[in-house]
Structures are given as structure tokens and as C-alpha cells.
């Protein structure tokens, strides 16, 4: 569970997040996705190539307020390039 101090750490996150940042925000949104899903979550490697394919024209957003929303949106244009993703 994030307590208030961490989401006080996390709401003070500026575009310049480092590493060690994004790895342990990461975390802590795996763990809760993981939790909200009763506990385990399966990931094949045919889910891995549909998620791969669906990269090339969409990407997650994050919004950070009194709650961290993430979204699936569809990538800007200049964003569309299959080489960066792979």
C-alpha cells in the first residue's frame, strides 16, 4: 500500500525522473495491478507479441495527482515508429 509519504515522493516527480524513479514507481504499480487482480496475473509470449504489435500505435499514458491514472491512448504521429519500439 502507498502510504502518504510516498505519494507525496511520487507527486513531487518532475518530467526528469531518474532510473531508480520510474523503477520503483513501477513496482509499486505491478504490485497493485497484481493485487487488484486477485493475486497473480499470466503473461504468455503470445500476449507479449500482441502487446509488441499494439505498442507500434499505442502507448500508456500517465497522469499523476492525488491518484496515478494510467491510460492507453494512441501515439502521436512522430511517436508511430515501429524501430524505436522493437
Do not use: W
Not at 518532475?14 to 509499486?28: I, R, W
Not at 499505442?58 to 519500439?85: F, S, W, Y
Request: glycine letters at 6%; proline letters at 3%.
Amino acid at each position: 500500500m502507498i502510504d502518504g509519504s510516498h505519494m507525496r515522493k511520487i507527486l513531487s516527480f518532475s518530467d526528469d525522473l531518474t532510473q531508480e524513479e520510474v523503477e520503483h514507481l513501477t513496482t509499486l504499480l505491478i504490485y497493485h495491478l497484481v493485487e487488484r487482480c486477485g493475486g497473480r496475473v499470466s503473461f504468455t509470449t503470445e500476449d507479449a507479441s500482441q502487446t509488441l504489435e499494439g505498442l507500434e500505435t499505442k502507448m500508456v499514458h500517465m497522469q499523476i495527482g492525488n491518484a496515478i491514472t494510467l491510460r492507453i491512448v494512441t501515439r502521436p504521429p512522430e511517436l508511430q515508429d515501429p524501430a524505436v519500439i522493437r
